[in-house]
């Protein structure tokens, strides 16, 4: 059962109200239907009018705060606690949800870009510790940032001159990173304020984030109305889960840009990174696929084995050279949609472990490469090169170009689902 407590922003915060739900059914993790039954839909004291139906729903509501409080209790989890994060530049109030499960994990999640600010879990000594890179405050998200913690939408990486053509038309979009466009373009999905509603999910504290974006936003077709829920589960995983439709012939390629670093501090070049993939897509100088699935046997990208990522990083080759480091997608050896492992990374210090699972058939491995020391962090960290690094999963770049990469086309009728799970342990 995955009730949905739905703030209606008029109201004061105590008119929590179940509604509509939504029915995900993602194996392995969620095998749960939805329990569609509404107790009381806040909206409609607005509308009817009249003292004493308002009273009569006043009480309906205060019983039934009541009883949903105590099937909480018993069967699902409502540990979310939201709080101000200050405003965007036009005025909009913006929010931090905090996550907590039974075992102190925590997870602050922002609805301005559905940006992950923190993530604390433990080390082999269970000290918790935060192991993504951000800013302390809304301001400097506002500012600049290199997608820090973000979701990444219409369309993660970059597609080449920010041109694709669907049914006969060619679409432009925005060449947001020379010459390509990058990441859904000026304002994509990490800049938008994402529609907040606290779940009370069996699987652990939720959160759902909506967000409608119109036909030709940032050059893309078609009305795409999406939904992500993140949801920190008991055994200290973030799992996110997105669906999304449209109303005209679209590409969609969302993905989630967490920049890991499991020690929370220093560089990333002593995490033994181990992804169980075949083939890369090697790119041209301008980071886009050059069409190749090239073997990694044989290659400085082989991570069938773990392999620390400082140990060939800095070796003479032209595709580290291309990307400054590992700045690649790799290609597993699966059926697109079907839920496996993509990654584990291990932290030798600190013992803790990240393992990266999705339905989705490429992995981008971002070793950080961008940083530069420019920018100043949570706690006054400067982000030095290589301090971070991101595993997104996602569809392969630049696919609306590239008539052999599995589709990223989305059809009135079809709903897009990817599932990400981010899961935390330690190795002792
Ligand atoms: C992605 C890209 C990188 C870089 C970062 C953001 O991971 O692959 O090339 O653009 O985002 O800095």
Redesign the pocket.
């Known amino acids: 059962m995955i009730k949905e407590l739905k703030q209606n922003p008029s109201l004061p915060s105590c008119f929590l109200s179940t509604g509509e739900s939504s029915s995900i059914r993602h194996a392995p993790v969620n095998k749960q239907g939805a329990d569609l039954s509404g107790l009381w839909q806040g909206s409609s004291v607005i509308s009817m009018g009249g003292l004493l139906k308002c009273a009569v729903n006043l009480l309906l509501c205060f019983f039934a705060a009541i009883l949903l409080g105590c099937a909480s209790a018993s069967r699902t989890h409502t540990n979310v606690a939201q709080q101000p994060f200050g405003k965007t530049k036009e005025g909009v109030d913006v929010f931090l949800f905090t996550l907590r499960n039974a075992h102190g994990a925590e997870a602050r999640i922002s609805n301005y870009g559905g940006i992950v600010v923190s993530l604390k879990v433990p080390d082999r000594n269970g000290k918790l510790g935060d192991v993504v890179l951000g800013y302390d405050n809304l301001d400097d998200y506002l500012k600049e940032t290199?997608?820090f913690g973000a979701l990444i939408g219409r369309y993660g990486?970059r597609i080449a001159r920010g041109h694709f053509t669907l049914d006969g038309h060619e679409y432009t979009l925005a060449t947001n990173?020379y010459p390509n466009a990058?990441?859904g373009g000026l304002k994509g999905f990490d800049k938008v304020v994402w529609q907040p509603l606290i779940l009370a999910s069996p699987d652990g504290p939720s959160l759902k984030l909506s967000y409608l974006s119109k036909d030709g936003e940032e050059g893309y077709p078609g009305n795409l109305s999406v939904t992500v829920i993140y949801t920190l589960l008991e055994d200290d995983a973030l799992r996110v889960d997105y669906t999304a439709t449209t109303d005209k012939d679209t590409v969609v390629n969302l993905t989630q840009?967490s920049y890991f670093n499991l020690a929370g501090k220093g560089d990333i070049l002593n995490h033994v990174v181990m992804m169980p993939a075949d083939k890369f897509t090697p790119v041209d100088s301008t980071?886009i696929p050059t069409g190749e699935l090239r073997p990694v046997e044989g290659t400085l990208f082989d991570f069938r084995k773990p392999t620390a990522i400082g140990a060939r990083i800095n070796q003479d080759d032209e595709q580290l050279k291309f990307g400054k480091g590992y700045?690649h997608n790799w290609v597993f050896n699966k059926q697109v949609g079907e839920f496996t492992q993509l990654a584990r990374v291990y932290e030798p210090g600190t013992g803790r472990v990240l393992e990266v699972f999705s339905t989705e058939p490429g992995l981008?491995f971002?070793s950080g490469n961008?940083l530069d020391g420019s920018l100043k962090g949570k706690g006054g960290w400067v982000y030095q090169f290589r301090n971070g690094f991101?595993m997104?999963p996602q569809h392969f770049p630049d696919s609306p170009n590239q008539p052999s990469f599995p589709s990223v086309v989305l059809k009135p009728g079809q709903t897009y689902k990817n599932l990400i799970v981010y899961k935390f342990s330690v190795q002792k």
Do not use: A, G, M
């Open positions: 290199p997608y990486n990173n990058l990441h840009h980071l700045d981008q971002y961008f991101c997104e």
